[in-house]
Structures are given as structure tokens and as C-alpha cells.
């Protein structure tokens, strides 16, 4: 394999649409446009579909527990970090609007201090997904993580996601 695309989110029915599972939404999505189905494998203790030489990659521990899977899958291929490409949710950024970077710290998210910790790195690189809103004040940091996007924002992901499809298309390429 040349590339990895490992997505943060939750296990589990309950989680879908919410705002700590936007990574594997948008690895979702990018499945569904390119035809591929994920394939769950006990392994590596996620799901797992392949694109040409690339894993596209949803572990099935907990989004704090991510760094566990992602290392075995990195270590059994072989895929140099600056191939591994980390998809998740950032509250810092607003709704919609994504960042690429090359390394850097966790940024407060328990998911990348996972992979770090995991990794022995920040050296690989993450694409953040935007989904702070002024939910997040009302609800609390936790609370607003694993709420549901909002109509409204339902309404806008779909552009997101093809902005998102592009990223993870360019990153491979």
C-alpha cells in the first residue's frame, strides 16, 4: 500500500452525523462516490476498503483510542507517515472550513494525542474539518462534539464533503 486515509470518529449507529464522527462521514462519503464498500477487519479493529494502492480506514475503538489501530496498520504495511493522511473534527474551526498540515501538536483533540502518544510523532500529516457553531457555548465541549449537525448544516455538507473528496483526492495524487 502507498497511501493511508484513517478517519476519526465512533463506533456505532448513535454516532452518525455527529460532529466527533465528521471524519467518517467524509470517508464515507468519498466510498460511495469511487464505488467502494468497507470491509470490517477484527485485525486491525476497524473497517477497511481499498482505492487503488490506498487504505481508506475507520477504526472501530473509540475516537480517544485511535492511535492503537492506526500504528498496527502502519507498522503491518509498511506506509511511510507522510503517506498517512489523518481525517477528524476540529471545534476550534469554524463550520465548514478545513486545514491541511503537514505535523503538528493534538490541538486538544484526544483522537490525534492518541495517534501521537501511539506513533511516537506528530510528524504525519491531518486534515481538520471545521464544525465549531455557537452551539458549542450552550452545550459545553463534550456535549457539543457528539450532538448532531443542525439542519442548517446538514443542509451545507455536501459541498463540504465534495471540498473534502478534493483534499483527500490531491493528497494521494
Given at each position: 500500500m502507498k497511501h493511508l486515509i484513517f478517519a476519526l470518529g465512533?463506533?456505532?449507529?448513535?454516532?452518525?452525523?455527529?460532529?466527533?464522527?465528521?471524519?467518517?462521514?467524509?470517508l464515507d462519503f468519498f466510498a460511495r462516490t469511487h464505488s467502494l464498500a468497507f470491509t470490517p477487519s477484527k485485525k486491525f479493529s476497524a473497517s477497511i476498503a481499498e482505492y487503488n494502492d490506498t487504505l481508506l480506514v475507520k477504526p472501530s475503538s473509540y475516537y480517544n483510542l485511535t492511535g492503537i489501530p492506526l500504528s498496527a496498520i502502519i507498522?503491518?504495511?509498511?506506509?511511510?507517515l507522510e503517506n498517512v493522511l489523518v481525517v477528524c473534527d476540529d471545534f476550534a474551526l469554524p463550520f465548514g472550513q478545513l486545514r491541511y498540515r503537514s505535523s503538528g501538536s493534538?490541538?486538544?483533540s484526544n483522537g490525534l494525542k492518541s495517534i501521537i502518544e501511539h506513533l511516537k510523532t506528530?510528524?504525519?500529516?491531518r486534515l481538520r474539518l471545521g464544525t465549531d457553531s455557537p452551539m458549542r457555548?450552550?452545550?459545553g465541549d463534550t456535549a457539543f462534539v457528539l450532538a448532531k449537525f443542525t439542519p442548517e448544516e446538514k443542509a451545507q455538507l455536501p459541498d463540504i464533503l465534495t471540498e473534502i473528496n478534493q483534499k483527500i483526492t490531491d493528497f494521494i495524487s
Open positions: 465512533n463506533p456505532g449507529e448513535q454516532y452518525n452525523f455527529t460532529r466527533h464522527n465528521f471524519g467518517f462521514l467524509a507498522n503491518f504495511y509498511k506506509i511511510p493534538a490541538g486538544g506528530d510528524e504525519f500529516p457555548a450552550t452545550l
